[in-house]
């Protein structure tokens, strides 16, 4: 079977690997899609993603949809043949975070594809995967495995859009229209946002943020456009820039809410920290999700209009190809890899 690999920055290679075989109380996915990510992005290009840098060759991918195999001793789940989303994550279950209601920033979780710990924990751009038999979750009537491939990415958009509090009738300022940011709008509209205002250097990344519900788009490099808010309720920095935070602390209102959804550069981000203080501003980071991927099947299922952000589907064999494409967001929002036949 064929999967992607990260050897290092630059080095993404399309490798026979072995079939896996459940260990206990594990399951085999045989992958259909898998979603290529940010964080696969700047493992590709970067070698690392913020502060988690590579440290050996890493399966990439945690975007990933398939069909139950088989399972291992002691695993149970959804019945061989079934279509499933796979939550990326498992937490340790016994930390003080975990004990406390916050797995999502679990300080012992494991993550597809992820290099935040070493050894690293390999991901699932394969033909076939083996993961514990806790993170499958069958798809629900209505959902098929191309969109389902989006659910891990809104679960991270619900997720901050949660930390931001109660949205209902709200304005939301989202600075960073990629895949992120666009699925963002999504749950803002979903939670009962009034109105949602994005801003982007791309005219393109705008189109996909206006078919995910945004009212108003600008251009974030025109200062004079027409659209720009004198101030919003909340604002969520899905940019990963840190002028993009700048904008959220100078837009929102006194009192108002910053969600930091963005992975900044590592090290250390200058910003406008005396807004902060002098406006009260509420500045929060959202970091991944839990039990938010439940509830983003339930919300793909039921919208076909996600359908919209997905613009290539590219044979797992051309992978570096689906790389560049997803990394070139004047032609692209969220590209699939194919492990189907």
């Known amino acids: 079977m064929l999967g992607c690999v990260i050897h290092g920055q630059g080095d993404l290679r399309v490798e026979e690997l072995p079939v896996p075989e459940p260990a206990p109380g594990q399951a085999v996915v045989a992958v259909r899609y898998g979603g290529v990510c940010g964080s696969d992005l700047h493992y590709w ?14 399966l ?8 139950v195999v088989s399972y291992g001793a002691g695993a149970r789940g959804p ?63 209505g ?13 991270v958009a619900l997720h901050a859009v949660r930390r931001a509090g109660d949205v209902t009738g709200r304005h939301v300022l989202v600075t960073g229209a990629g895949p992120i940011g666009c699925l963002v709008v999504a749950a803002a509209r979903a939670a009962g946002a009034a109105r949602v205002t994005v801003t982007d250097l791309l005219p393109r990344a705008l189109e996909y943020a206006s078919a995910m519900g945004a009212g108003t788009v600008v251009r974030a490099d025109d200062p004079d456009a027409a659209g720009w808010p004198d101030e919003v309720d ?30 900044l550069p590592p ?24 039990t938010e991927f439940d509830e ?5 299922a039921a919208e076909p209009a996600f359908d919209a952000l ?27 890899l194919n492990f189907g036949a």
């Open 45 to 58: 290009r970067h070698g690392g993603v913020g502060d988690f840098r590579l440290r050996e060759p890493m």
């Open 60 to 67: 990439l991918g945690h975007e990933v949809v398939g069909t």
């Open 79 to 141: 019945a061989p043949g079934t279509a499933v989303a796979v939550h990326p994550a498992t937490p340790c279950g016994v930390c003080p975070e975990c004990s406390g209601g916050r797995r999502n920033v679990c300080r012992d979780t494991r993550y597809l594809g992820s290099a935040a710990r070493f050894p690293h924990v390999q991901g699932g751009f394969a033909g076939q995967v083996a993961v514990p038999a806790e993170q499958l979750r069958a798809l629900p009537d």
């Open 143 to 155: 959902l098929g495995p191309r969109r389902a491939a989006l659910a891990e990415p809104l679960s």
């Open 234 to 263: 909340v604002a969520v920095e899905a940019s990963g820039v840190a002028a993009g935070l700048g904008t959220c602390l100078r837009l929102v209102r006194r009192g108002g809410t910053v969600v930091q959804l963005g992975m």
């Open 267 to 290: 090290g250390q981000v200058p910003f406008a920290g005396n807004l902060v203080v002098s406006r009260e501003i509420e500045l929060r980071g959202a970091f991944r999700f839990d």
């Open 296 to 300: 983003a099947l339930r919300l793909l």
């Open 310 to 336: 997905i613009s290539a589907v590219v044979p797992v064999r051309d992978a570096e190809s689906a790389f560049t494409l997803a990394a070139d967001r004047t032609r692209s929002c969220k590209v699939l």
